[in-house]
C-alpha cells in the first residue's frame, strides 16, 4: 500500500507499505477513506515534536471503513464506517478512569497515531484499543462532515469545556486557524454572551464573520487587543481565554486579556518555551489550563454532527488525492498562515 512516511531531519516521502496486520485482540484495521494533513505534521516534521519516530506513517485526523477486527472488539464490526480518535487509550488505567486519555498508562496511550505508531495517511491503517479509538458515523452523516471528529473538533470541544463558559459571559479566542474556528463552534453551544475572536489574519477573520463564529472580530495589527477587550467589558477582561494560536506574543495576550479570577485555557501546540511571569500577573488569580486534548467525546461530538449543531465541513479549503500529497504539503506550508485545510481522499 501506499503511505506517508516521516523520514527525519525535515523530510518526507511517499512510499510503498505492508498492509498492516491485527497485533493485539482489541485491534482493528481501517481501509482510510478520508485523511487531513494537519499543522502537528508539520510540527512533526520540524522536529517540534520530540516523541514522533523517524520511519512513522504521518496521519491522525481520519475517517475509513472497518476491514477487519480482533475478538475482543465489540462496538465496531467489519463494513462499519468510522471515525478515528486523534489519542489511542486502553480506558482501563488510573488516567483513562478520570477521562484523562492523553495521558493513558499503555506505551501507546495518548497522542500515538502518526507520531509514535504509524496513522492514517495511507491506504490501510491499525487502530490500537479500537473500541475507544472508533466512533460509528451515521448513515446521514457524510466522510466529509465526520472528517474532524477526533482531533479538530475533539480539541474545539475539549478546550471549550476547559473553560467552563457560562450563559452571559463574554470569551475570547486567540487564532482563528482550524483550531480556533472549531473552538469557536463548540464555546457557542455554551450561549455565552459574546466570542471575541482574535487573528492578525483577515482571511481567517472573513471566515470568522461568514460562519458566524463570534460576534466580535479583533485585530493586534490594527488594534491594541488588551484595550479593546477592557472596553468592551467595562474595564474587567474576559471571563474565559481560549489560546490556539501558539504564536509569539499570544500567550502574553491570553493572561492580559484575562479578568481577575478567569480561566485561561492554552491549547495552542508551542514550538518555543513560554514565560510565565508570575510578578506581574499577582493578584490576578487565574486559573491556567494547558493542552493536549483529552479526546474522550468523540461520540457526543458525532450526534452534534448528527444534529445539525456544530458542521466543521466548511474548514476544508483544499482537496487531493494520496499521490499528489507531497504537493499538498508544499501548498499547506506556504499557506498555512491563511485558513488551509486539506483533505486527502485514499481510495
Not at 475509513?64 to 464490526?77: A, I, L, M, N
Not at 466522510?143 to 482531533?151: C, K, P, S, Y
Amino acid at each position: 500500500m501506499k503511505a506517508v512516511v516521516y523520514k527525519g531531519n525535515g523530510r518526507i516521502a511517499l512510499e510503498e507499505r505492508p498492509v498492516p496486520v491485527l497485533l493485539d485482540e482489541t485491534d482493528a484495521i481501517v481501509k482510510v477513506s478520508l485523511t487531513t494533513i494537519c499543522s502537528s505534521d508539520i510540527h512533526i516534521i520540524h522536529g517540534a515534536v520530540p516523541r514522533a519516530k523517524a520511519g512513522v506513517v504521518l496521519g491522525h485526523e481520519f475517517v475509513g471503513v472497518v476491514k477487519e477486527t480482533g475478538r475482543q472488539v465489540s462496538t465496531v464490526k467489519p463494513g462499519d464506517r468510522v471515525a478515528v480518535n486523534v489519542e489511542t487509550f486502553c480506558g482501563e488505567c488510573f488516567f483513562c478512569r478520570r477521562g484523562f486519555v492523553n495521558n493513558c498508562e499503555d506505551e501507546n496511550g495518548g497522542w500515538a497515531l502518526g507520531c509514535r505508531i504509524d496513522g492514517g495517511q495511507a491506504e490501510y491503517v491499525r487502530i490500537p484499543f479500537a473500541d475507544h479509538g472508533l466512533t460509528k458515523i451515521p448513515d446521514n452523516v457524510t466522510d466529509e462532515e465526520a472528517l474532524f471528529t477526533g482531533d479538530l473538533l475533539s480539541t474545539g470541544y475539549w478546550a471549550a469545556k476547559l473553560a467552563e463558559i457560562k450563559p452571559g459571559d463574554t470569551t475570547v479566542v486567540i487564532g482563528a486557524g482550524p483550531a480556533g474556528l472549531c473552538t469557536m463552534m463548540c464555546a457557542k453551544l455554551d450561549q455565552p454572551q459574546s466570542i471575541i475572536a482574535v487573528d492578525v489574519n483577515d482571511e481567517r477573520l472573513d471566515m470568522v464573520k461568514a460562519m458566524g463564529l463570534a460576534e466580535i472580530i479583533l485585530n493586534p495589527l490594527r488594534q491594541d487587543i488588551e484595550t479593546e477587550i477592557k472596553k468592551l467589558t467595562g474595564q474587567r477582561g474576559a471571563d474565559e481565554v481560549i489560546e490556539a494560536a501558539g504564536g509569539n506574543d499570544t500567550f502574553e495576550m491570553a493572561w492580559k486579556v484575562a479578568r481577575p479570577n478567569a480561566v485561561v485555557v492554552l491549547m495552542a501546540m508551542y514550538e518555543k518555551a513560554q514565560t510565565l511571569p508570575l510578578p506581574e500577573m499577582y493578584g490576578k488569580n487565574l486559573i491556567f489550563k494547558t493542552g493536549g486534548v483529552d479526546a474522550s467525546n468523540c461520540q457526543e461530538i458525532m450526534e452534534l454532527i448528527a444534529d445539525g449543531k456544530i458542521n466543521a465541513k466548511g474548514l476544508i479549503t483544499h482537496k487531493a488525492k494520496l499521490g499528489d500529497i507531497l504537493n499538498a504539503y508544499n501548498v499547506f506550508e506556504k499557506q498555512e498562515d491563511g485558513v488551509v485545510k486539506y483533505a486527502i481522499y485514499i481510495n
